[in-house]
């Protein structure tokens, strides 16, 4: 039969009628057939990473800072099993993923082969779907499938696990318009069918007097039109907004409404606003524990709408009044029909006391921070980082820890899609991977990783990476020596008992930029920091910049576990009451 | 609810047994699907049956029996519908009325002094002797769960016994159109 092709022929053919422009990968036994066609072809690129583990968060990083689908290409055995973190990472996150790994061949599953293992076991809680492909003839409908369903409804990662000798058989390929995904396995929102309830809440949004907005990253999922949707609907309302980690840049941080993030260490204004809310409109958020607080004691007073894809993510943790299941930029858009449409007015009057009161709030300058002496505060860095770069296309990533929570603070987004973080995980390691596929799919941009010291350190195998690809990535750490997130818990909840958070033999993170053929550089005072920042921004290669900030700054404001929004620390001398830091001390 | 370290410990309603069908494609790995949602979000499974539908349409049913709080077993619906080869979950305890029933194999030890005691018992459930080679004393019972559990009970008060249980299945009660 002349129109066959060889399974591993068929995998290239299906990424590449998927759009496929970039795989991210590592060879190995069980995936050589698939890496010699690669070897074969133009039309997709592969960036050769260092460790598995990187590919996956690179590919993340592709997909979160570009929309399309992120696709990593690994060996069986150990090349599977070092993507089950960055797997679940981005089933946490909702980030559309196509992973495919290699298998061994059929006829030695199950007898402990060499690098065999039960990938689709392992990999099935951290994936939304996954396959192990046994006929060569169901490749491609397996392939456009997949891509479907890491797309469809809530993103999420998909694996396709593929037998050796399945690449190598030979098969048919059909065409991604031929394939008919039954309507189960698929989410469908029909903005129709929610209609009443879309009426409901519009209704009740109306009447309102102390409305506000609570943002996640199901706005950035749902594409750049449901921000916009959303910032006219807010415009229009003229309510008060706040956005969860995920949700940072749906609405710009210089929107005359955005009141910041909110959570654990989000703004005081913005939780001060959720508990005494009447009406919480829920856009693309789950109700995170890191949002919410203590739970009984969330936003006691409001009716809650809740717009959410998921309907898995309704009444799981807080009962809503109005939940409505569907796509957001649909759902905002049918909102804006009918504001209009009924001629819809907020209570003016009662508004702008509302807004009167969050001013009072603001004046808290829960950021405010002591900026003396000439050793530089891990806050400033940031706060000099956006200044320097706030004029040029900039995306920032971020490892997992307490520079994490700087960034989201003090950096101030504009748009979606520009901050790349790792959110319901929290894994560390994240982003320096995250930036190499953040500079891949955007090669004029500038990208940077605001990384801690032993953040850096979890995925640093990929300064190989950058360099070889010319990537100019700027990873810009905050080196306090500590892994301070744990340090700052330590401090607060377990006597000052620092046990093993203070990272010894830490590199010399120039000389290792240098090693790698990168540029190093290094601030120790606030006399360095711009110099190096524009240093940083000029190279026009892979740069380290270590900057040395205070060694035991703590990240502030903080909802300490277990307690509610209107309990916020604003700094260390604020003690909490010693019963709930008790409570609080088994919760994570 | 009451799935979050952060939530307050109060039982917002009472906890119910419940009996979940579940249609899935019929493909490999569906099970383990179903029931790793189970585990990983550490839901109870009581009981659990799986068989084919059809075989033109590679439809499997999964019954589960579980127990959990109205909150819960909401939870469990919605996380099932997330699985992909999942076409549909009906709650067969919200529907309004259902027929369940489950089969038990019980190997019962027979002696001269408990037989007539035994066979008794066995006709009054309506058990049947299940013919085999060996000539053992197995008997079959069929029913709703809370039958066969006083069955049990009332044999073991006779004799020492041997059981294999089903688990039960269920289906709805309401009239439907049968022209359908």
Known sequence: MNNEITGAEIVLKSLAEQGVEVVFGYPGG????????????????????????????????????????????????????????????????????????????????????FQECDTTGITRPCTKHNYLVKDVNKLSSVFHEAFTIAQNGRPGPVLIDIPKDVQ?????????????????????????????????????????????????????????????????????????????????????????????MLGMHGMYEANMAMHECDVMINIGARFDDRVTGRLDAFSPNSKKIHIDIDESNINKTINVDVPIIGDVKQVVEKMIEIWKDNKFQIDDKALKLWWDKITKWKKVDCLNYNNEGNQIKPQYAVQRLYELTKNTKTFITTEVGQHQMWAAQFYKFEQPNRWLTSGGLGTMGYGFPAAIGAQVGHPDALVVDIAGDASILMNIQEMSTAVQYRLPVKIFILNNEYMGMVRQWQELLHGGRYSESYTDSLPDFVKLAESYKATGLRAKTTDDLDDVITQMIETKNTVIADIWVTKEENCFPMIQSGSAHNEMMLSKDQKQDKKSAEKGKILV | MNKSVYDSPDQVSETKRHILTVLVDNEPGVLARVIGMFSG???????????????????????????????????????????????????????????????????????????????????????????????????????????????????????????????????????KNEEE
């Open chain 1, 30 to 113: 069980a995936v050589l057939p698939i890496y010699d066609t690669l070897f074969k072809q133009n039309s997709i690129k592969h960036v050769l990473v260092r460790q598995e583990g990187g590919a996956i968060h690179a590919a993340e990083g592709y997909a979160r800072s570009t929309g399309k689908t992120g696709v990593v290409l690994v060996t069986s055995g150990p090349g599977a099993t070092n993507v089950v973190t960055g797997l679940t990472d981005a089933m946490m996150d909702s980030v559309p993923i196509v992973c495919i790994t290699g298998q061994v061949p059929q006829h030695l599953i199950g007898s402990d082969a």
């Open chain 2, 41 to 175: 979000r550490g839901y109870n499974i009581d009981s659990l049956n799986v068989a084919e539908v059809s075989n033109d349409e590679n439809i499997s049913r999964i019954t589960i029996v579980t127990h959990g709080t109205s909150e819960v077993v909401s939870q469990i619906e919605k996380q099932l519908l997330r699985i992909v080869p999942v076409h549909s979950v009906t709650n067969l305890d919200q529907e309004g009325s259902s027929v369940e029933a489950e089969v038990a194999l019980v190997y019962i030890y027979i002696s001269e002094t408990n037989k007539k005691k035994v066979y008794q018992l066995c006709d009054l459930y309506r058990a049947r002797k299940i013919e085999n080679e060996n000539n053992t004393t197995i008997f079959e019972i069929a029913g709703s769960s809370e039958r066969v559990n006083r069955f049990i009970k009332e044999i073991n008060e006779i004799t020492k016994v041997e059981i294999v249980r089903s688990g039960p299945v269920a289906i709805s009660s309401i009239k």
């Open chain 1, 168 to 260: 190598f058989a030979s098969g048919t390929y059909e065409e991604k318009n031929k394939i008919v995904i039954p309507s189960h396995r698929l989410f469908e929102p029909s903005p129709d069918f929610e209609k009443n309830k879309i009426e409901e809440a519009v209704e009740l949004i109306s009447k309102s007097k102390k409305p506000i907005f609570y943002i996640g990253g199901g706005c950035i999922n749902s594409g750049p039109k449901a921000s916009k949707l959303v910032r006219e609907f807010i415009n229009i309302v003229g309510s008060p907004v706040t956005m969860t980690l995920m949700g940072l840049g749906v609405v710009a941080s210089s929107d005359k409404n955005s009141l910041g």
